[in-house]
């Protein structure tokens, strides 16, 4: 783990990505936040995908893996073990589609809170950090195309300027959770403040970026 | 003391780093409990819940080539799980459901492996039948054992022993049915075998012995008559079978309502 560096999901790696197609381009909502906007789409196509409609998953998969695999991404490093557990996601979503309940999230919400909490299910069972992080470095040489649309770039621009908003700490403590997968004890450790201290800023980070963010 | 205290009684602070998946495995369950009995603060986490999803905004990244063609693939060949019967309130999307741990639908791989577990005991399970008569129970057999695993209801969990290994089930209410197969249990001497119990209102009924293990795994036991309420456990008895068990069980598991 690099040493108390989360900073913001490298602005670098976008404008590294030149015109790269989007994911899924011409698909509805592609790459954009299809959670919001249309969001009722997207649960809507998950109750034909309970239905075992494969172009209705064939529509949910373009306005959802180019998330899926950049959160995959982002926290495994290694773009073989991302594509991997980017794969096993999309799979869930296919499986329990019928067990998505919009009186819970929205649909986008729930399909990030699988590819997250499988993409930190993988971390943590590595057994050798170091082994990871050579890995890691590996591939950020290998690793080259960054590709999104101009929705996606806005509301990458927003996040930032949420994130951007909070205080150092928040800011750090939240990254270091989110985008490299650690649990709030790393966090401290790495950061070196107490515990309690992180998991108090977590929670008023995310009621602060919750309400910049306009989310429910 | 009193900060022990406060710490087990007072979980909400814990919100943020449940929602950036940042607790361990007993923080996470703790708190997962907890919201589970507070509506307020569940009604937090979803918040806290949607505002993380959207820290992936900014992460969203071209996937591989052909990942779309192999995701469509695996997808045509998987078969769908059926709605949740009993929603599990703290954890969206389905985690561990509660009685025991290591509950599928899960975490990690999930039905897939246990799947994988299954039919590659049926493969050795398969190796030992001779006779044409042996044949017939074997083909009876698969088909009971087909039968609970396609029903509507299947539901799969893994569970480990207290000694060691893991006993992976299948079980349907509708079927009335559980197929049941483990992996490295420890070995026994030869005067002994292990034996499948349903514990239930009435105490325990023997519900078959487990077969002799190969490669460490079972063959798939069918176990019927499942009654509403059971409970399934296994202990290590004499080798003809016992009518009552004679030891400690190595593994008990609450299968759900």
New interface residues.
Partial sequence: MTDGQPS??ASGQETGGQQ????GAGEPGS?G?A?DQSGGDLGALLGQV?R?D?NA??VV?GQV???????A??VLRD?AQA?EV???V???V????????AG???A???V???????A??RVR?EQAAADREQRAARADVAYD?????VA?RL??E???RC?GALTDLQQES?TL???R?????E?AGLLKVPV?T??????????R??DC?G?? | MSRFRFRRIDPH?????Y??????EADRVRFERHLSGCPSCDQEA???????????????????EG??E???A???R???????SR?DRAA????VAKPARGWW?G?????VIAAGVLAIAVAFGGLAFHTQQQLNQERDRSRAIGAVLNAPDATMMTVAATTRGTVTIVMSHRARALVFTSARLPPLPSSQRYELWLMGRTGPRAAGMLPQPRAGMTAPVIVSGLRSGDMVAVSAEPASGASQPTSRMVMKVVLPS
């Fill in positions: 913001l999901p790269a197609r989007s994911p790459g936040r959670g309970a075992g494969e998953f064939g998969y893996c180019g998330h899926v695999f950049g959160v991404r982002s773009p594509e980017a794969q096993e999309l799979l869930e296919w499986r329990d589609a019928a067990r998505f309940d819970r999230g929205t986008m919400t729930w990030m809170t699988l590819a997250h909490r499988r930190v299910d069972s195309v960054v590709a999104e649309t996606a509301d990458a927003r996040v930032r994130l939240i959770a989110y985008y997968g650690c649990t709030y004890r966090v309690g992180v998991k108090t800023r977590m929670r008023d980070g995310l009621i970026l919750r963010l989310v429910d | 602070t814990l919100a943020g780093a929602a950036l998946d940042a607790l361990g979803r918040g806290l819940r949607e505002a993380t999803a959207r820290l992936a905004d900014a992460l969203v990244t071209q996937p591989p990942m779309r192999r995701v469509m695996a997808a045509v998987t078969r769908q799980n059926p709605p949740v929603p969206w999307p389905a985690r639908p975490r990690r791989w999930g039905i």
